[in-house]
Nanobody
Framework: QVQLVESGGGLVQTGGSLRLSCAASGRTFSNDWLGWFRQAPGKEREFVSVISWIGSSSYYADSVKGRFTISRDNAKNTLYLQMNSLKPQDTAVYYC??????????????????WGQGTQVTVSS
């Protein structure tokens, strides 16, 4: 059974940076996609970024493009999200997730069948 454990959240001022990590365990990853989503209070969970486990394909939400960078370390089975130039509207619980292999969608939360517990990111103004 796959387990995903996020870390790295915290409180940061506007313009600051944070790096989130997601440690994955339970099986060997190959033709998989792992993504980051976030959910602010009172809002629906939204797509942030996704990366292929093999190769170099990655995608970003328009709201984070140019500020966030997704990456992975296959040897460590760890997914990262480097977040720069943070804004108060980036405040949310951030989740990493493993996409279902049978679902071709990349941006919708329902395409992902394994989730971490989330890590809180708070950006103060």
């Amino acid at each position: 059974q796959v387990q995903l454990v996020e870390s790295g959240g915290g409180l940061v001022q506007t313009g600051g940076s944070l790096r989130l990590s997601c440690a994955a365990s339970g099986r060997t990853f190959s033709n998989d996609w792992l993504g980051w989503f976030r959910q602010a209070p009172g809002k629906e969970r939204e797509f942030v970024s996704v990366i292929s486990w093999i190769g170099s394909s990655s995608y970003y939400a328009d709201s984070v493009k140019g500020r966030f960078t997704i990456s992975r370390d296959n040897a460590k089975n760890t997914l990262y999200l480097q977040m720069n130039s943070l804004k108060p509207q980036d405040t949310a619980v951030y989740y990493c997730a493993l996409k279902s292999p049978n679902d071709g969608r990349k941006y919708h939360p329902s395409a992902y069948d394994t989730w971490g517990q989330g890590t809180q990111v708070t950006v103060s103004s």
